[in-house]
DNA sequence: CATTTGATGTTCT
DNA sequence: GAACATCAAATGC
């Protein structure tokens, strides 16, 4: 099982970080001393300080310290309060990009999972959304800043997901630049978080 | 099945 | 004080 995070994290356009993370493994160190695997099936991009969706547009603050720090590290945040948000850095120090992880599936052994999830009633809604994933892994502010490649979260390598099977949306959640087309996943997958009605999907096309 | 509404508290103005 | 990269329960078909 490759531990190392793919060159395609560093110095890369979000949304092409984006769209290439699907299939990919997360990794998660469980602190009873487990590795918990799951596959990427949906992410988000954010561009920068020019996306007025992202959080960098308001500058550096505490709170996007890291999502301004190098690439190939986790930038947490919390959100609404209550949840928290898992994104992978992209671009070099000073511009703060992202990719936000919407959902995985997850790969062996539940019972953690199900354990911090109690709310959820299906497989699916133990991680087909942001924070629902954050809360089964128990990934918290303490991940922020922490390296993707050698921390406590990893990304790895896992099955490349053809265009065909890739679909393009509208960012979930987001009330400026709303129709940009920044969000992928995973055609058919049962793990992928409910897409609004209303939202354009369009097929990938590199 | 889809859509609406209330909870929650941090962040930034 | 308003906004918020969400979730779960309740309601409408």
Known sequence: MPTVLPRTFY???PALVAREMLGMLLLVDDADGTVHRARIVETEAYLGPHDPACHAVVGRTRRTEHLHGPPGRAYVYRIYGM???LNA???PDGVGSAVLIRAVEPIGILDALWRRRPAARRERDLSNGPG???????ITGAHDGTSLQRGP???A???????ANIAV???IGITRAADWPLRFFERGNPFVSATPGHFAVTPYTP
């Open 11 to 13: 110095d890369r356009d």
């Open 132 to 138: 629902k994933l954050c809360a089964a892994y128990d």
């Open 153 to 155: 979260i990893r990304i």
């Open 83 to 85: 949840h928290w948000c």
């Open 89 to 91: 850095v992209t671009l």
């Open 169 to 171: 949306s509208p960012r």
């Open 157 to 163: 390598r896992g099955t490349v997901i053809t265009a």
